[in-house]
């Protein structure tokens, strides 16, 4: 099984800007899908953004509204989430997740390995 382990939050103003890394190993990461997905206190786990094998495929949900782009870099067996223009309501714990299987998918029960998540606040 691939292990991940995100890193790159941390507390910003409304506006700015972080990028989160999710750095694998253990199993070959070119494997697997990876999910982004965040949770807020008191609520439920969402789904962010997600990127394909080889990184060829990418999909985000709507209240991104284009400020997130995810990538991925699989020969240093890392994945990326680019945020911009950072608003309060985004402050949540952030995860990255892998999935193996050939479906791509917004589901946050459909993936298998979930790293530690990484804190993002952003204030007002």
């Known amino acids: 099984q691939v292990q991940l382990v995100e890193s790159g939050g941390g507390l910003v103003q409304a506006g700015g800007s972080l990028r989160l890394s999710c750095a694998a190993s253990g199993r070959t990461f070119s494997n697997y899908h990876v999910g982004w997905f965040r949770q807020a206190p008191g609520k439920e786990r969402e789904f962010a953004a997600a990127?394909?094998?080889?990184?060829?495929?990418?999909d985000y949900e709507d209240f991104v509204k284009g400020r997130f782009t995810v990538s991925r870099d699989n020969a240093k067996n890392t994945a990326y989430l680019q945020m911009n223009s950072l608003k309060p309501e985004d402050t949540a714990v952030y995860y990255c997740?892998?999935?193996?299987?050939?479906?791509?998918?917004?589901?946050?029960?459909?993936?298998?390995?979930w790293g530690q998540g990484t804190q993002v606040t952003v204030s007002s």
């Open positions: 990127i394909s094998r080889s990184g060829g495929i990418t």
């Open positions: 997740a892998a999935k193996r299987d050939n479906r791509f998918s917004r589901l946050s029960r459909d993936y298998d390995t």
